[in-house]
């Protein structure tokens, strides 16, 4: 609960000492336990509770009543603010728009409090089962966050002025498109949905004509194309892996355009004399997930503030990504989305699983994935002894332990593999915290599979709930297990949303999204003269 003081204090005692404060502004409903913690620094209060009743000895130097809430300007400016709650006690519209107005006032960021699930102040019960403050309620804002135990801690940070870059105005061409000699930068061989988009982006680039010559940078691997891909060595012009010690921007030959596969190779690349483009497809970082809490001067936060201001060309992968770019460092984006390969990934005529397959897509050490969530909803839906199975496909071994369900791992599957159990499960179930652009879900979909998923925000991109797939609000553990329930018991439901699925993962084929990723990229080419 948010009144067990124990954790509190020591993330307070950690903020107090990162960020150097000398006022704050405390909102909280809390008697004087949260200001005796502070000495040497002025600290004023907004109460909760409007009791008053604060004597002269009190470490407050100054009380607002919560009707200043409607005239943020009357409210001094703050290093820090600290919340304390107030968000689970106001409508979540009413409380972002709160949290913006007071980031004006605030020199360094605001430290929020707020339990997993909301409560009412006065009865201490839980209102709801809905996860109200996930990060993707708070899209757009600069934040750091993390989960103890129950409660989220956010750390806010002021929306920085930057201006806009000359690259970013870019001018719409006409759509004809000549002939490009591209280098893409591989930023990993991981099998990754990211590394998986850009390789499958460089065959149907080479397949169209273009030069596509891949980079990687390893002293181990003789090969820039995985050994887990089904590219081969004809699916691109040329692959050149050079050495751990050496840069990108040395080994290229002569290519009209850079295609970067994430933000750590920008600043090799602000040099180039040839336009580059980062193609941003999110990173746990980008949604404020660091697995620590960060603050205004932390090394990481000034880091990422550097390289997405260096003066790149933009694509976002979603628009989700593309208000994260626009709201912290004031960058135009062109969108791209993911594709799906849907003679690679299709549907079986008919299923003939004895009992239904949930199928789970992920490595469980990813927090944000949600493989918790997930298991929980499996075990509440076991109770209703409703027969199923799930096979678990993971990068990395993993065991749930004393399952109350059966359960089989594919651990590191060949591409084909995992297509195959793709289209033999009858159900897929994501839970995942955030993402940009799923590909597991839309996979999925163009194998002929119903999907169930957490409104993780990139889903929306093509999600359709109750049309094709079933979406649940985050930490809704009972309408997770209820419409995964609906789906085991209903094989007409699962055929339907899976027809659906199928129809929409046909919009995403690389012959309908292939000639949008050349346009924005010879549209940067065309109006190269302007960075």
């Known amino acids: 609960m948010i009144d067990d003081l124990t954790n509190i204090k020591a993330i307070i005692k950690d903020f107090m000492n990162n960020e150097k404060l000398r006022s704050i502004l405390e909102i909280s409903g809390y008697d004087e336990s949260i200001a005796k913690l502070f000495s040497n620094v002025k600290i004023d209060r907004v109460d909760l509770t409007d009791c008053g009743n604060f004597n002269k000895d009190s470490r407050y130097r100054k009380v607002y009543n919560s009707d200043c809430f409607k005239n943020i300007n009357e409210i001094e400016e703050y290093d820090a603010v600290l919340i304390f709650h107030l968000f689970e006690n106001i409508p979540a519209d009413y409380a972002k728009e709160i949290l913006i107005d007071l980031l004006t006032k605030v020199k360094k960021s605001i430290l929020l409090f707020t339990p997993m699930y909301p409560y009412d102040l006065e009865s201490e019960t839980e209102v709801t089962s809905v996860r109200v403050y996930h990060p993707i309620f708070f899209i757009g804002l600069e934040f750091s966050y993390n989960e103890i135990d129950n409660l989220q801690v956010y750390n806010f940070f002021p929306t920085m002025n930057y201006k806009s870059l000359i690259c970013d105005k870019l001018v719409n061409l006409d759509e004809k498109v000549e002939k490009m000699n591209i280098a893409y930068i591989l930023p990993s061989q991981a099998m990754t949905g990211g590394v998986k988009a850009l390789l499958q982006q460089i065959k149907e680039l080479h397949t169209n004509g273009h030069i596509v010559n891949l980079y990687y940078r390893c002293d181990k691997s003789k090969r820039a194309i995985p050994e887990w891909s089904h590219l081969t060595d004809n699916d691109v012009s ?286 940067i080419i065309s109006n190269k003269s302007q960075c």
């Not at 960058?331 to 299709?346: A, K, W």
Request: aromatic fraction near 12%.
């Open 238 to 523: 040329t692959q050149l892996v050079i050495p751990e010690n050496k840069k990108f921007i040395d080994y290229l030959n002569e290519e009209d355009i850079v295609v970067l596969g994430f933000v750590n190779e920008v600043n090799e690349f602000q040099d180039s004399k040839i336009p580059v483009v980062l193609w941003e497809q999110g990173s746990p970082a980008i949604y404020g997930d660091f697995n620590d809490m960060i603050y205004s001067t932390t090394p990481i936060r000034l880091i990422m503030h550097t390289l997405y201001r260096i003066p790149v060309h933009m694509m976002a992968v979603s628009k989700t990504i593309q208000d994260i770019l626009k709201g912290i460092y004031n960058r135009e984006s062109q969108i791209f989305p993911n594709g799906i390969d849907t003679d690679f990934y299709y549907p079986l005529e008919s299923k003939n699983n004895d009992i239904p397959i949930v199928l789970l897509v992920g490595n469980p050490s990813l927090k944000f994935k949600g493989f918790d969530f997930a298991l929980s909803v499996l075990k509440e839906t076991a109770k209703m002894d409703i027969p199923f199975k799930v096979w678990w496909v993971s990068q990395v071994e993993c065991s749930v332990g004393n399952a109350s369900f059966d359960i089989e791992y594919f651990i590191l599957p060949s591409q084909e593999k995992l297509a195959e159990l793709y289209r033999n499960a009858d159900i897929y179930l994501s839970t995942s915290l955030y993402e940009s652009f799923p590909l597991p879900p839309i996979e999925a979909m163009a194998s002929g599979t119903a999907v169930l998923s957490t409104d993780n925000g990139g889903i929306n991109t093509y999600a359709k709930p109750g049309e094709n797939c079933l979406l649940c609000e985050q930490g809704d553990l009972p309408s997770m297990s209820y419409a995964l329930t609906s789906l085991l018991l209903n094989p007409q439901a699962r055929e339907s949303l899976a027809k659906a699925g199928r129809e929409t993962a046909l919009e995403y084929t690389f012959k309908n999204i292939t000639p949008i990723l050349e346009r924005c990229l010879y549209n």
